[in-house]
Structures are given as C-alpha cells and as structure tokens.
C-alpha cells in the first residue's frame, strides 16, 4: 500500500469516528420532535392546538391616558381632580416624578416637630440640615442672643392638629410649597435667674403657622428645606 492510500484510509476512519461520536451526543431524529419555539409569535398567533398554548402570558397593553392615570393616581387620592390644588401637584409631578403629596405633608409634620423643638434647644446642627441659608441665619442670630441674655426655653410638642398644602409655586427648577399648620405646645422662656419673662410653662398654646418648604428638582438630595416662616392669625 503506498503512502497515499494510507493517508486516505486515516482520513476516512477519523472522518467515521467522529460521525458516530456526533450520533451519540446528538441523537437520532426519530421524526416526533417538536418543532422550534418562536418566543416572539404574538399571542393571537399561537392556535389552541399549539404546543405553546396556555403558556403565553398576555401583557395588558398600555396606552398614554392610562399611563398618565397611573402617574397621577396619588395626587387624585390626595385632592380631587379637576382642582386647582390637583392641578398645581401635577405639575410639580411633572417636574419631579418622585413627588407624592401625601408623603410630602408626612415629612413637613416631622419637619416642623424637628425644628420647633431644636430652636427651643438651640440646636444649630439639626437646625443647618433642614433649613435653608437665609432661614438658617435668622433662627441662629435668635439663639445667640438668647444665649447672650442668659435666657432658656423649655418647650413640650404636644401635636399638631392640622397639616394641609396651602399653595405651591415653581421657580425655575425651584418647586416651593407652602403648608398651613396648626399645632399645639407649651413653650415659656426664663432668664438668667429663672424667671418666666414669656409664654406658659403648663397651659397648652395653639399655633398657627404657614412654613414654606423648596427642593431644587435637579438635586439629587431628595430633602426639602424650610426657606420661609410666617405666623398665621386666625
């Protein structure tokens, strides 16, 4: 045999091993296998006779006013639509999709808490990370002269009655919301001596207050400061 006829018969031994190697990894065809799934044929393409019947799952389709229904729902629940109020929430929910008023009004009732009972306090590092600069300035010049003087606060919060959104505004990227809130609290302020020289130290005083809060909408912070304070006489 000559060295061809050698190197021809290696090459058609091989070429059979592997053949047989293949069979017995891949199988036979026996003529009932299933054909190949289509995982995009849509679901009215799939006939009750189809192998894949009742193992579609049909997304409910969605269109722009459902969308827009669902993005809006927790300001309907908050103030009816068709209100000013509501149409005044929904633009600040266009300018910032995370806003949720009933959320906001959560946040402004432990806010206001917060800050209450720091200025009484004189706690200037709570006080910095909830008010804004302008706000911030003017509640520490009141806590130094207080110091200055000598004199104190006790206060005790006893709640707030009413928290509501009295108006809202937007500023550029600015939104501003203003809420009206009443709270009641016993607040007296005494001298170096201890003297009550203001307020009462067991009735309990109503307040009225209108305090404004702002959050940039391009901030990635996501708290609101307090950036404006007024007492409201009823």
């Known amino acids: 045999m000559g060295s061809n006829d050698f190197i021809t018969l290696f090459f058609l031994v091989a070429a059979v091993l592997i053949f047989l190697q293949l069979r017995s990894v891949l199988g036979r065809r026996t003529g009932n296998e299933k054909p190949p799934r289509d995982l995009y044929t849509p679901r009215d393409a799939v006939g009750p006779d189809s192998p894949d019947a009742g193992?579609?799952?049909?997304?409910?389709?969605?269109?722009?006013?459902?969308?827009?229904?669902?993005?809006?729902?927790?300001?309907d629940a908050f103030a009816p639509a068709g209100t000013s109020l509501n149409e005044s929430?929904?633009?600040?929910?266009?300018a910032d999709a995370s806003f949720n008023p009933k959320e906001f009004v959560n946040g402004a009732r432990m806010a206001y808490e917060m800050i209450v009972m720091a200025f009484a306090d004189?706690?200037?590092?709570?006080?910095?990370?909830?008010?804004?600069?302008e706000v911030y300035d003017g509640f520490d010049a009141a806590i130094t002269e207080r110091e200055s003087k000598g004199e104190k606060v006790k206060s005790t919060f006893v709640g707030i009655d009413k928290?509501?959104?009295?108006?809202?505004?937007?500023?550029?990227?600015?939104?501003?919301?203003?809420?009206?809130?009443?709270?009641?609290?016993?607040s007296a302020t005494y001298d170096k001596v201890d003297k009550l020289i203001d307020g009462d130290a067991e009735n309990v005083a109503e307040v009225n207050d209108l305090w404004t809060f702002a959050r940039d909408t391009r901030s990635r912070d996501p708290n609101w400061k307090l950036v404006a304070t007024e007492s409201e006489h009823e």
């Open 163 to 186: 928290a509501e959104i009295a108006s809202t505004e937007i500023k550029g990227t600015e939104v501003q919301i203003t809420v009206r809130i009443v709270s009641q609290l016993i």
């Open 89 to 94: 929430l929904r633009e600040i929910n266009k």
């Open 55 to 75: 193992k579609v799952v049909t997304l409910p389709r969605r269109d722009a006013a459902t969308e827009e229904d669902d993005r809006f729902a927790a300001i």
């Open 122 to 133: 004189g706690d200037r590092k709570t006080l910095k990370n909830l008010l804004s600069r």
